[in-house]
């Protein structure tokens, strides 16, 4: 099964569980492509947030993702931040370019998982993997849920996967999430 990783990131974290999805499906023997949605912002913000230019150099070095490029694919993954609890402009711009394939159904039966990355449990993350999902919903695509008992003693939504990074975007995806993505992999994609 072809597989498409999407994201968006500026502080690096929805970066880091887009590699860690990468990598768990090259470690299984599976086929999967990385892409990164267009952010014309990224190194002016990489100034603003020092957070950001810890991995700014490894994100812009991924090229960016056209739907052309992602059409032969069964899955897709989408990852971004959460911004007020929606998804970012940056990706809600991306989702928003998919409108031509749309009327001709070309994402139909495509299935699709989600994950975002948000500052704390009361920013909105939840909203953030549900407008992923809607956006899934309408494309026709076959939403994936994460089954609640995939990592013992670890709360993890069935709409998606979510990291906190705190205020300041600068805590990273620790050892639990990286191995909820890694089992997801391996047992569910």
């Keep these: 099964m ?30 999967v492509e990385i892409y990164r949605v267009w ?10 947030f020092p957070v950001a230019k810890e991995y700014l150099e490894e994100i812009m070095n991924i090229p960016i993702a056209k739907w052309e490029n992602i059409l ?14 929606n998804v970012s402009a940056e990706m809600k711009a991306y989702m928003d370019t998919a409108s031509e394939f749309w009327s001709e159904g070309k994402l139909i039966g495509k299935r699709l998982t989600v994950f975002t990355s948000a500052g704390s449990s ?6 953030c993997l549900q407008a992923l999902n809607t956006f899934g919903q309408h494309m026709g695509m ?10 013992p003693n670890e709360n993890i ?21 990286l191995c909820a993505v890694d089992k997801y992999v391996e047992k569910y994609l």
């Design 2 to 31: 072809k597989t498409a990783i999407i994201f968006h990131s500026v502080c690096g974290n929805t970066y880091l569980m887009a590699k860690a999805f990468y990598e768990s499906f090259l470690k299984n023997g599976k086929e």
């Design 39 to 48: 952010d014309e912002n990224l190194e002016e913000l990489s100034d603003q």
């Design 72 to 85: 032969d694919k069964e899955q897709i993954i989408l990852g971004c931040p959460t911004y007020y609890g």
């Design 122 to 127: 009361e920013g909105g993350g939840h909203l």
């Design 142 to 151: 076959i939403l994936q849920s994460i089954p609640p008992n995939l990592v």
């Design 157 to 177: 939504p069935a709409y998606g996967m979510i990291h906190y990074s705190g205020e300041l975007g600068d805590q990273r995806p620790g050892e639990k999430l």
